[in-house]
């Protein structure tokens, strides 16, 4: 089993910034390919960006690509979702989750343990 929990969201203007945290607890925190979805009200959970085990490798879905970036400490068993530029769209309840079964899942299938969620919520 890896628990996960997410930290660092909150209310933040247009244009501004966020800095989230998922810490894991467990098992090997660096035989895990880490991700972040986001679910917006009314809306299915999406897929924002992954990172391969050793952080060399990541992907991002479109509407945050050079706005949002993601990273690892391998060291502190924490992956980190760090969001510049925020909009109101970007409004939602942000997740990271687990997975060793593919090298940088972009598929909520593809993962094995997710957090419960931190509220982002970017006023206009």
């Known amino acids: 089993q890896v628990q996960l929990v997410e930290s660092g969201g909150g209310l933040v203007q247009a244009g501004g910034s966020l800095r989230l945290s998922c810490a894991a607890s467990?098992?090997?925190?660096?035989?895990?390919?880490m991700g972040w979805f986001r679910q917006a009200p009314g809306k299915e959970r999406e897929f924002v960006t992954a990172i391969s085990w050793s952080g060399r490798s990541t992907t991002y879905a479109d509407s945050v690509k050079g706005r949002f970036t993601i990273s690892r400490d391998n060291a502190k068993s924490t992956v980190y979702l760090q969001m510049n530029s925020l909009q109101p769209e970007d409004t939602a309840v942000y997740y990271c989750?687990?997975?060793?079964?593919?090298?940088?899942?972009?598929?909520?299938?593809?993962?094995?343990?997710w957090g419960q969620g931190t509220q982002v919520t970017v006023s206009s």
């Open positions: 989750a687990a997975g060793r079964r593919y090298f940088r899942p972009s598929t909520s299938s593809e993962y094995d343990y």
């Open positions: 467990g098992r090997t925190f660096s035989n895990y390919a």
